[in-house]
């Protein structure tokens, strides 16, 4: 089964900048994509970022195009989320997980079969 040791998770101020990291071990490792999807009290489950591993093709949600960047190091089975420019409404847990299709095979931009445990990311003044 998959694990996923994600970290970087912590409390910033609107306008700050962190990056959440999530190395991958155990089977199966051929998985079709991997990104982060968040959970924010009383609010559905967002799915924020995913990467393709053949491809490269990215997905980011209108909510964070232009301030998040995902990226991976294939050697290190480790895929990362930058995040500049954060704001208040950013405040979530941010799961890793992957995927064994393509994005048109979901039905949302959420659906996965692995995850991690999550991080907390906290947003405030």
């Known amino acids: 089964q998959l694990q996923f040791d994600e970290s970087g998770g912590g409390l910033v101020q609107p306008g700050e900048s962190l990056t959440l990291s999530c190395a991958v071990s155990?089977?199966?490792?051929?998985?079709?994509?991997i990104g982060w999807f968040r959970q924010a009290p009383g609010k559905e489950r967002e799915g924020v970022s995913w990467?393709?591993?053949?491809?490269?093709?990215?997905y980011y949600s209108e909510s964070v195009k232009g301030r998040f960047t995902i990226s991976r190091d294939h050697a290190k089975n480790t895929v990362y989320l930058q995040m500049n420019d954060l704001k208040p409404e950013d405040t979530a847990v941010y799961f890793c997980a992957t995927r064994r299709a393509p994005r048109h095979y979901y039905k949302d931009d959420v659906t996965h079969e692995h995850r991690g445990r999550g991080t907390q990311v906290t947003v405030s003044s």
């Open positions: 155990g089977f199966p490792m051929d998985y079709y994509a």
């Open positions: 990467l393709s591993i053949d491809d490269g093709v990215t």
